[in-house]
């Protein structure tokens, strides 16, 4: 199988970095400079660079297109992949809309290709692990998540966290995260959505607070910010203690707590970089024409952030 990157900014390198399986083979690259392009295909032995995404997309011998271009171009591109009959594994987040979303999951499934969102929480080995240790212990009825995301940004970033045309804000570039650790955990769907929303002078959210319920009255509280750093702990409690996940959007280790104090290690071996346990997952669904569970995730998490935006007042420009 023969990967392409559509893209050769930050998020780019680290896939490259992290590219390492035996059943695929990094193919090629694009970017809009052909001469970015050839540097990066130099930098990390890539067979194939293009100047353009439409010479690359021409290629007949890609399979998959790893989209590693900023949120506001994803909806367009997802589209040209697949017009150009590749799978799609696209950066979070996928699409900036659950209306953007279904589009191009009908799409997919019309094309019979797979379409999937790069969120680590999908791929790495400690929540499958988790989600089993607890299945195997009595802690009774979840309670209450806790997903903190706080991650200073200067307002003068070259980067697209405050500009609006490139869909920059705290939801879409962290906020993502935390809603998805939670609904990892929620019996069900939230039906219960209440939030507060400051927006930063250039149009995006810079802070808010999102609280969740859903119809067996577990709460989740989600805070997010580009004005400051927070603790990157999740912590998910049950009726018998808690859990706490240091760094959860790539966590091999979490802690559980009982209502004695007494603590329990949960951990995984794992050594991999978290974009390499992706790969092959993607890689390994396409081969085997696996289930594609993630696309369901994907879209309970956008019907939350379209439903705060909505409560924010934050339109992007291209909307």
């Given at each position: ?15 490259a970095r992290s590219f390492k399986t035996d059943k695929a083979e990094l193919y090629a690259v694009a970017s809009r ?38 949120h506001s171009h994803h909806y367009k591109q997802i589209k040209q992949c697949l017009n150009a009959g590749k799978h ?224 924010w007042g934050l339109v992007y420009p291209f909307d």
């Amino acid at each position: 199988m023969k990967w392409a990157i559509l893209g050769a900014g930050n998020i780019a390198n680290d896939f490259a970095r992290s590219f390492k399986t035996d059943k695929a083979e990094l193919y090629a690259v694009a970017s809009r400079s052909k001469e970015k392009a050839a540097a990066f295909a130099d930098q990390y032995k890539i067979p194939v660079s293009y100047g353009s995404y439409e010479e690359m997309l021409a290629d007949a011998t890609i399979d998959a297109v790893y989209i590693a271009t900023p949120h506001s171009h994803h909806y367009k591109q997802i589209k040209q992949c697949l017009n150009a009959g590749k799978h799609v594994f696209s950066e979070k987040v996928m699409v900036t809309s659950g209306v953007q979303l279904d589009e191009v999951i009908q799409l997919a499934a019309d094309k019979n290709l797979y379409l999937a969102e790069a969120m680590t929480i999908f791929h790495v080995p400690l929540y499958p692990k988790l989600k089993q240790w607890i299945a195997e212990h009595d802690l009774g009825k979840l309670k209450y998540i806790h997903a903190p995301y706080g991650a200073f940004k200067p307002e003068d970033s070259p980067m697209y966290f405050y500009k609006p045309e490139l869909a920059g804000g705290a939801l879409f570039d962290i906020g993502t995260y935390a809603l998805t650790f939670a609904l990892e955990f929620m019996t069900s769907q939230p039906d219960e959505i209440l939030t507060f929303g400051n927006l930063h002078e250039t149009g995006v959210d810079e802070t808010s607070v999102i609280l969740l319920k859903n119809k067996e009255k577990e709460l989740a509280t989600i805070t997010l910010s580009f004005g400051t750093d927070l603790p990157h702990v999740g912590v998910v409690a049950f009726q018998k203690g808690y859990l706490e996940i240091p760094g959860y959007t790539r966590a091999n280790q979490a802690t559980f707590t009982d209502l004695q104090g007494n603590k329990t290690v949960i951990e995984t071996t794992d050594t991999a970089h978290a974009f390499t346990h992706e790969i092959n997952n993607f890689t390994n669904m396409v081969l085997e024409k696996g289930a594609n569970p993630t696309l369901a995730k994907t879209k309970n998490v956008m019907t939350i952030m379209d439903t705060v935006r909505a409560e924010w007042g934050l339109v992007y420009p291209f909307d």
